[in-house]
């Protein structure tokens, strides 16, 4: 998934909403698929104005979640997917056993209503684990 993703971006399509819903697998096929293209931007073209930055904010790279970032002032990079990519794969990694999802999942407070507060959270997760 992470080379087809690069692929689009050398392309010029950017995703731009990397999340646990939009990183499938084929059972028949046994490959991983990329998803939901509802949101993403073909470089070169203009982005909406105000709030442009869209994604699903618990995966969202911390760079994306800032006040200047949401009046559309950050540029999005290739690295803010990557980073959305080490979330999920952190979300997931803590959340499921046995392709399961564990009884009363943790990081449920990555799932907020105010980008700060859910930047504020997952910075206190990375914090703990790089403790």
Partial sequence: VCLGHAMLWSI??????????NLMFDDKNKKPKLCDF?????SGRKRPSVHSNTGTWAFMAMELLTKKA???RVPRLYRHDFE???AV???VV??????ELVPNP???EWVQNRFNECAA???DTFDEISN
């Fill in 70 to 72: 949401m009046d559309g």
């Fill in 94 to 99: 803590f959340r499921y056993r046995d392709g």
């Fill in 106 to 108: 943790p990081l449920e």
């Fill in 84 to 86: 959305s990519f080490i």
């Fill in 38 to 42: 509802d949101l993403s931007h073909v």
């Fill in 89 to 91: 794969l952190v979300w």
């Fill in 12 to 21: 010029g399509v950017e995703h731009g909403d990397i999340t646990e819903g």
């Fill in 121 to 123: 959270s997952r910075k």
